[in-house]
């Protein structure tokens, strides 16, 4: 949303720490900034780093994986769905938590081993 003033300039967002400019149902306004409150509990925490594990695994996999996601998700980015999917999945337990490092690299797939028959 834009906001002008008398002399024409247009505002849209925050100005500076002190006013916001935002639109609710069509009706542009102009309000007094507040910081939002952050009270850290320890579910939020978890929660927060949950998202950032399910980041970094959306990250991990290879491109084959990722074009898989997107051609399967209804209605939204395969981004979006394997994040709601992996959400959902360490909520409940079926996914475990990533190891001491903090990566979350699937293991390399084994190769069946062929002989070279002459």
């Known amino acids: 949303m834009r906001i002008r003033n008398v002399f024409g300039t247009r505002f849209s967002g925050t100005l500076g720490k002190e006013l916001v400019a935002s639109s609710w149902k069509g009706q542009e306004y ?14 939020q925490l978890e929660h927060r780093q949950i998202w950032r594990e399910a980041v970094a695994a959306w990250h991990a996999l290879p491109d084959e994986e990722r074009a ?35 990566s979350r690299k699937a293991p390399a797939k084994k190769r069946p081993r062929t002989r070279n028959v002459r």
Do not use: L
């Open 68 to 102: 898989g996601y997107d051609r399967n998700a209804m209605g939204m980015s395969g981004f979006n769905a394997f994040i709601g999917r992996y959400v959902r999945g360490r909520r409940a337990g079926k996914i475990p938590p990533p190891g001491p490092h903090g």
């Open 30 to 43: 102009v309000r007094a900034y507040v910081v939002p409150d952050d009270p850290k509990t320890p579910r």
